[in-house]
């Protein structure tokens, strides 16, 4: 494995309970990244709740950090990570700062969660789509959409392997040499399919895992697993089947943990969304014990 490096995370946070930066920041610096936090948003819990007040950032509030960091030349960052963003003018504002941050490093890797929706419904304003369309996807070195986004990214329906695959094919044309869908429902189960495509133009490696569906809801996990993706694969650049086996694995293990412990205060786990226990797991997450295989197609 190779070395770690310093992340700039652009997401949500919220006061109590785990999504966005509250998701991905502890896992990150738990694989050894130091990471330095910009809360798009501060809220007291996330949406899901019946009810949430908290503040949101602007792009020019957004900038205004950049400007502060690059006044004292700390602009100097291996990652950047996204995540849910939810209006077109902050949105812009991150395609500047990932503009600056290639001024200072040339290899900035630029890992985007495209978040705009997940089976069928789309819960950021509609004209975002085209935006990470014909912006962010150009930009970004690795892309983890859900099988909706990647529908809308593509412009096709998922509606089988070849088909994710093929989205896969056509998202590293448009830019990303790494693409992993995150969770395509078929069956019963849910599908990864990962594609990295090493030469620009040269067929992708693609490989797929199989995630049993936990019947439970929980939140935050995309967040998480956007996280855990880059923290493996900068440590295995050359072998994203590792990256995606470890980063699997320690999601399911937080995610078996979460429904075991709300169980056994007698909740009911089907009924409402559940708060993923992340910090009680990080020895999962420190090393994960691989028991979901990657299958090369
Ligand atoms: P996005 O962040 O782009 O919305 P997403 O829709 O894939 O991505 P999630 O639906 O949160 O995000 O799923 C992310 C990962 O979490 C999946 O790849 C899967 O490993 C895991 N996961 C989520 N829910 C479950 C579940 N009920 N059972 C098993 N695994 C799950
Ligand atoms: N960010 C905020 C502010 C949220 O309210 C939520 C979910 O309600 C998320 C992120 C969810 O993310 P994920 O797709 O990781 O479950
Ligand atoms: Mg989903
Ligand atoms: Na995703
Ligand atoms: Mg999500």
């Known amino acids: 494995p190779s070395d770690t490096g310093r992340i700039l ?28 936090p910009i809360n798009s948003v501060q809220f007291s819990n996330h949406t899901g709740y019946p009810s949430f007040k908290g503040q949101v950032l602007n792009g020019q509030q957004l900038w205004d950090l950049i400007e502060g960091l690059e006044g004292n030349d700390l602009l100097f960052y291996t990652h950047l990570l996204t995540g849910y963003i939810g209006s077109e003018s902050f949105l812009n504002a991150v395609l500047q700062v990932v503009s600056k941050l290639r001024s200072k490093n040339p290899e900035l890797t630029y890992v985007c969660d495209p978040v705009m929706g997940d089976e069928g419904k789309l819960y950021v304003p ?3 789509v085209s935006v990470y369309r014909e912006k962010v996807v150009p930009v970004a070195s690795m892309l983890t959409p859900n099988q909706f986004e990647a529908e809308l990214l593509t412009g096709f329906k998922i509606k089988s392997e070849g088909d994710g695959r093929e989205a896969c094919r056509f998202l590293h044309a448009a830019g990303p040499s790494k693409v992993i869908i995150t969770s395509i429902n078929i069956d019963g189960n849910l599908l990864l399919i990962g594609s990295h495509q090493k030469e620009k133009g040269e067929p992708p490696r693609q490989f797929k895992i199989v995630i049993p569906k936990i019947p439970a809801y929980f939140t935050g996990t995309g967040d998480l697993m956007t996280a855990l993706l880059l923290g ?13 086996e470890l980063a699997v694995s320690s999601l399911q293990a937080v995610l078996h943990r979460t429904l075991s412990d709300y169980k056994s205060v007698g909740h009911d786990a089907e009924s409402t969304s559940l708060e993923i226990r992340l910090i009680q797991s990080q020895d999962d997450i420190r090393s994960p014990q691989v028991k979901l295989k990657a299958e090369l197609y």
């Not at 006061?15 to 920041?25: E, I, P």
């Not at 493996?232 to 995606?244: T, V």
Request: aromatic share 12%.
């Open 9 to 36: 995370s652009i997401q949500s946070h919220t006061v109590q309970g785990y999504v966005g930066n509250k998701s991905a920041v502890f896992p990150l610096q738990l694989l050894g990244y130091d990471v330095d």
């Open 232 to 244: 493996w694969s900068n440590k295995y650049p050359d072998n994203m089947e590792i990256a995606a």
């Open 126 to 128: 509609q004209e975002l």
